[in-house]
């Protein structure tokens, strides 16, 4: 029998993503940012292509970031809740994590494989932020998948495109637990 690493387990077991809009300062600083980082990248990587990067979005680049979104988003609708929430999502925001997809030729590790990658450098991060007692969300949003935005705001190659948005912080106050999958009614069992 395996050896449980019961202190890990307990955590994934109960592990819950902070509302961006709840965390403040302090934010993780440049050593501790890092060691996030590097948590990240020791992501599953068929191929060792590294098809992810990191872009650190401090509070001055978070502002900047915040009006060219609100500028962004009001020239695709004049609903006020929606332009607020997208433009919120950076004014509010102290410290963010871009993680950017950003695919490597192979021929043979497939795209969507690289795409998932990247998806699970989202997913290491934030579970290393929460881990190390740090508030963390993965958010996205219109502008983040937008081409002409993140190439022209966030200087994205043509080939690249936002995975998440990472924030992180100091949570406020905990969340509530909320509803969870029914693993039952999601989950197939093949014997034979």
């Given at each position: 029998m395996p050896a449980p690493n019961t202190a890990a387990l307990a955590f994934l077991?109960?592990?819950?993503?902070?509302?961006?809009?709840?965390?403040?300062?302090?934010?993780?600083?440049?050593?501790?940012?890092?060691?996030?980082?590097?948590?990240?990248?020791?992501?599953?990587?068929?191929?060792?292509?590294?098809?992810?990067?990191?872009?650190?979005?401090?509070?001055?680049?978070?502002?900047?970031?915040?009006?060219?979104?609100?500028?962004?988003?009001?020239?695709?609708?004049?609903?006020?809740?929606?332009?607020?929430?997208?433009?919120?999502?950076?004014?509010?925001?102290?410290?963010?994590?871009?993680?950017?997809?950003?695919?490597?030729?192979?021929?043979?590790?497939?795209?969507?494989?690289?795409?998932?990658?990247?998806?699970?450098?989202?997913?290491?991060?934030?579970?290393?932020?929460?881990?190390?007692?740090?508030?963390?969300?993965?958010?996205?949003?219109?502008?983040?998948?937008?081409?002409?935005?993140?190439?022209?705001?966030?200087?994205?190659?043509?080939?690249?495109?936002?995975?998440?948005?990472?924030?992180l912080g100091t949570e406020t106050n905990p969340p509530p637990e909320r509803p969870?999958?029914?693993?039952?009614?999601?989950?197939?069992?093949?014997?034979?």
């Amino acid at each position: 029998m395996p050896a449980p690493n019961t202190a890990a387990l307990a955590f994934l077991q109960s592990r819950r993503s902070r509302p961006a809009k709840t965390l403040t300062t302090p934010v993780p600083g440049d050593d501790d940012l890092r060691a996030l980082l590097t948590i990240a990248a020791r992501t599953p990587d068929h191929g060792k292509l590294e098809p992810w990067r990191f872009i650190v979005l401090q509070r001055p680049a978070l502002l900047r970031l915040a009006a060219e979104v609100e500028k962004f988003v009001s020239a695709r609708t004049d609903e006020t809740a929606i332009i607020a929430k997208q433009t919120a999502q950076y004014a509010n925001a102290h410290l963010a994590v871009a993680v950017v997809e950003s695919p490597k030729p192979s021929p043979k590790i497939p795209p969507l494989e690289q795409t998932y990658s990247a998806g699970a450098v989202c997913l290491a991060l934030l579970n290393g932020a929460l881990a190390s007692g740090w508030g963390a969300n993965w958010l996205s949003g219109p502008a983040s998948h937008d081409a002409e935005f993140t190439q022209t705001h966030l200087g994205l190659a043509p080939h690249e495109r936002i995975a998440g948005l990472i924030h992180l912080g100091t949570e406020t106050n905990p969340p509530p637990e909320r509803p969870r999958p029914d693993v039952d009614s999601i989950t197939t069992w093949v014997a034979s």
